[in-house]
């Protein structure tokens, strides 16, 4: 059989599970299998297994369970309830500012943990209320939530990070901190675009009455609220990129952090520590499962050589260098409509980096270009689990329908955003050249 | 019927406490590099154990995860078509897409059984400074796959009583399906 009907079969089985209902983990393993059985015979499903030990071995990943343990833990203390009424007190007098203060606790949620789902769920559950009752539009609140959340991935700690680092062999460090000014930029834009949007539809976002504002004093008590959540971030990232530690380290003094905010809010109980164990190992497991099995799966189409074929029709993109990035970047958002992003990663990042290296691009900007893509991935439907968590913590009242079209208007900025950086890469590469 | 029915329940029963136990894990995981910075930083004596422990013990909790998962239909899946059909038509279906899914434990259990027997019978070591034992993570690897394996035999059954209406399972009992995911 030639190299094009084993890869359009390869890949069209793929498809063809994965759109029944198969889960990822399972259909990747499964192909691999079938398609190893007629390339290299029976003995040959010894390099699945081989994989899975070599995955487990891999000691960069330890961090994962670690980083979610924190997000887990975080998420159940106090500190988003206490950062919301300290913004609240703070901005609740501009037209538009608790929606603009919920992008800001999502900042600081996605400087402390590592995944994107925590602060959906946390703002979901405190900051949509609050805002729908002071009659925001429910829009516009929904977006908020559902953009900033999805900061967790591209600002540092990030897991989506730590994997790419993996995969495509550069250094964690470097990538946590070429996140850091793009994360920025996004949350200054998104920003932009609401000043902008309430200055044209003040009823979007009314500001609060005169008699509902905060006190000087009372703003600077709340302000406290900060301390804990900072001091958070500067234990993770500070050891990270002061090289005191290993990124995975940093991620146990994360969990050590979450535990101190824990003990401070009384809520160092085994009853919440045992759940969010439990919880960490169900994130963690299902995502070490799509990597056992896409392991064994980018190996079997190397094996085939499949990869050489995706190459040169990937050279036969029109557009030079830039058109391949462009098409890579299209492939990637409609792949994040329907796949999670360590199966995206999986499947695409071995053909991709070899082509982004050959054509001279720095593969830590592609990786940046790469998670902010993931994390537009993660709040479009139909398959964004954003839109689920966030699903499962708002009143009745809203519907998945508002929450999908919510998005709109956020997933444009983002892909301003994703442009800007490709015009002017030094957006991000200049912060990690300028530590490392 | 009844034992039918007496097997799924203790299969799950069984991933299910595995799982709890498993979790239980992150703890010492975390406990363990901690410890390991506060020797770096504060007792200036590095150990050679701590990091390789994390290490074996991640390995084993990961690969360990995936019955319990199994168990809460936790595994990510696209359930775009999937939900759009009715209850014994999307049984029918999923007893046709546990091929593909039988084909990858049967070699997954099949070989990890070589590998861990191998392991054992050279008492394989991992040849580091501290050189461990290796072959009680590669041995998970074999216990993981059977559990799964098993659970997925819980599933297929139901998907079995789902298509043809059959009485030993009722599919009230089916939690929703999706619960939490995301990396």
Redesign the interface.
Known sequence: MSIEVMTLLFFGSLLFFLLLGLPLAFVLGGVSVVFLYFTWGFDSFYMVVSQIWGTMESFTLVAIPLFVFMAMILERTGVARDLYRMMYLWFGGLRGGLAIGTLGICAVFAAMVGISGAAVVAMGAIALPSMLSRGYDKQMALGVINTGGGWGVLIPPSILMILYALITGVSVGKMFAAGVMPGIMLMVLTTLYIVVRCALQPDLAPALPKDDRASWPEKFRALRSVLLPISVVGMVLGSIMGGLTTPTEAAAMGVLGALISAAVYGEFKWSVLNEAAIRTLKLTGLTMWILFSAHAFSSAYQSMGAQALIESIMAMIPGGAWGTIIAMMVIIFFLGMVLDPVGIMMITLPVFIPIITALGFDPIWFGILFVINMEIGYKTPPFGFNLFYLKGVVPPSVTMNDIYKSIIPFVLVEIVGIILIMIFPEIATWLPELLF | MSVVSAFMKGVTRLNEYV??C???I??P??VF??L??ALR?FFNSPSVWT?EL??LL??????M??G??MA?R?????????STLKLRA?GF??I???I??F??ML??V???F??ASESFESRETSFSAWNPPIWP??GA?FVASVLMLLQGIVRLLEDIAIAFNLSYYDPAERKSH??????
């Open positions: 799982g709890r498993i979790a239980l992150v703890f995981m975390f590099l901690i390991e910075v930083y990091n994390t290490q991640f390995g084993v909790y990961a690969v995860s995936g319990y998962i809460h936790g595994h990510v899946n696209v359930d775009l078509l999937h999307q279906v999923d046709f897409t546990s593909l899914f084909i990858f070699a997954l099949w070989f990890s070589d590998m993570a590669k690897i999706s619960e939490e995911g995301e990396a």
